[in-house]
């Protein structure tokens, strides 16, 4: 899907500052060979996904179909795009669940999209934000221009904020007694979730966001930080 997305991103990402550092961009993959990778990796793919189970599977096609629909025509359109990667985030989270025969419950799937949709926002500010420092007015093959920063980041720092009054009601829910014999310890994750999300748009505003946020929390010494706290607080909470 990646491979499928780039080569149709071929001339942007040429134009862009990092992304003409990818295989296909660079040259460094030719696109007969980035067709046969497809083809296989596709089928192995889909025959792998079906040794975990039908609904894995399933899942997966959803997120096949989802994400080539994306490729192909929703990243055009403003708003859209974002929206489509939010829940090909939470397709993500759903095919997880599946696949270890459980079903995601009412509360993850709503933390999961507003907090995916926050940061694919992110990813879409940091692109505008490195064309304004080259003097650029809109990115090429998207439906956004500089001037949208203000208002697409206003509606992404909304959006992570409202992953976190999520969470404050699943604290609060009858579902959390059920496996916390100490919820109240679960409260100290919010104003961590409040300082990562913070910090990661601030990190955007001044031009030093890598294009993938998800990229970025992995290289991140804070994001690691607030990650092991949270984990940990879980555990005691449990």
Partial sequence: ?????????????????????????????????????????????????????????????????????????????????????????????????VAIALFPSFWLMAFSMFLFASLALVKRCAELESLSRESKLAAKGRDYRVVDLQQLAGIGIAAGMGAIVVFAFYINSSEVAQHYSHSQLLWLICPLLMYWIGRMWIKSGRGEMHDDPIVYSVKDKASWIIGIIGVALVFTAI
């Fill in 1 to 97: 899907i990646y491979l499928v997305n780039d080569a149709l991103d071929l001339e942007s990402d040429r134009g862009h500052p990092r992304k003409k550092n990818r295989p296909l961009a660079a040259g460094h993959l030719s696109l007969i060979n980035a067709t046969v990778l497809t083809i296989g990796l596709l089928a192995l793919g889909l025959l792998m996904a079906s040794m975990v189970g039908i609904y894995f599977l399933l899942a997966l096609c959803a997120y096949i179909m989802t994400t080539s629909a994306y490729s192909y025509t929703l990243k055009e359109y403003v708003l859209i795009d974002v929206l489509t990667l939010a829940a090909l985030y939470t397709l993500r989270v759903i095919a997880g669940a």
